[in-house]
T-cell receptor
Framework: NAGVTQTPKFQVLKTGQSMTLQCAQD?????MYWYRQDPGMGLRLIYY???????DKGEVPNGYNVSRLNKREFSLRLESAAPSQTSVYFC???????????FGPGTRLTVL | GEDVEQSLFLSVREGDSSVINCTYT??????LYWYKQEPGAGLQLLTY?????DMKQDQRLTVLLNKKDKHLSLRIADTQTGDSAIYFC???????????FGDGTTLTVKP
């Protein structure tokens, strides 16, 4: 089992460019999450999907969109990247909202 | 809403015990977790405790929960340099579809 995989591992964008971060899990988990991690600000939830077909906003959803493509995949899209979106992005999945979350290795995004 | 707070830094000597503290605000917390993040990696669950428990021990790790004060601690006995990492406290509240994470405590272990 690969667990939670994320692509790409690193990305540099110019302001205004768009991109999609991909996340997939092979554990048959119901819930999936996108977080961003910034120095001194811990882990902040962007969006989550409690089950296939549903998505909900987290703490910091502005500037992002998500798609729960199927049970395995949950993508995060930046339509018009801004320097404030420079961060490390983590995808996670869990069996349910109460359960242990399994994290991917992260995507390091720099917006110039 | 839910809020989870931790001190940002802790430094200990190898072989000493480390105690990382966390406070939370939501009294309906049902599960409380400790995650570890090593440099350049994602978070991994270390241990968790149900809200109806006071203590949980797992090898070198001891979790203490004081529900009255909404205080959670993680004690690492005989701390090693490999324990240097960021430790996150998280809570899951009843009826919430997600967990809330603290900002993380960076533990530095000096030889």
């Amino acid at each position: 089992n690969a667990g939670v995989t994320q692509t790409p591992k690193f990305q540099v964008l110019k302001t205004g460019q768009s991109m999609t971060l991909q996340c997939a899990q092979d554990m048959n988990h119901n819930s999936m999450y996108w977080y961003r991690q910034d120095p001194g600000m811990g882990l902040r939830l962007i969006y989550y999907s409690a089950s296939e077909g549903t998505t909900d906003k987290g703490e910091v959803p502005n500037g992002y969109n998500v798609s729960r493509l199927n049970k395995r995949e949950f993508s995060l899209r930046l339509e018009s990247a801004a320097p404030s979106q420079t961060s490390v992005y983590f995808c996670a999945s869990s069996e349910g909202g109460w359960a242990e979350q399994f994290f991917g290795p992260g995507t390091r995004l720099t917006v110039l | 809403g839910e809020d989870v707070e931790q001190s940002l830094f802790l430094s200990v000597r190898e072989g000493d015990s480390s105690v990382i503290n966390c406070t939370y605000t939501d009294s309906s917390s049902t599960y409380l977790y400790w995650y570890k993040q090593e440099p350049g990696a994602g978070l991994q669950l270390l241990t968790y405790i149900f809200s109806n428990m006071d203590m949980k021990q797992d090898q070198r790790l001891t979790v203490l929960l004081n529900k009255k004060d909404k205080h959670l601690s993680l004690r690492i006995a005989d701390t090693q340099t490999g324990d240097s990492a960021i430790y996150f406290c998280a809570e899951k509240c009843t009826n919430a579809g997600k967990s809330t994470f603290g900002d993380g405590t960076t533990l530095t272990v000096k030889p």
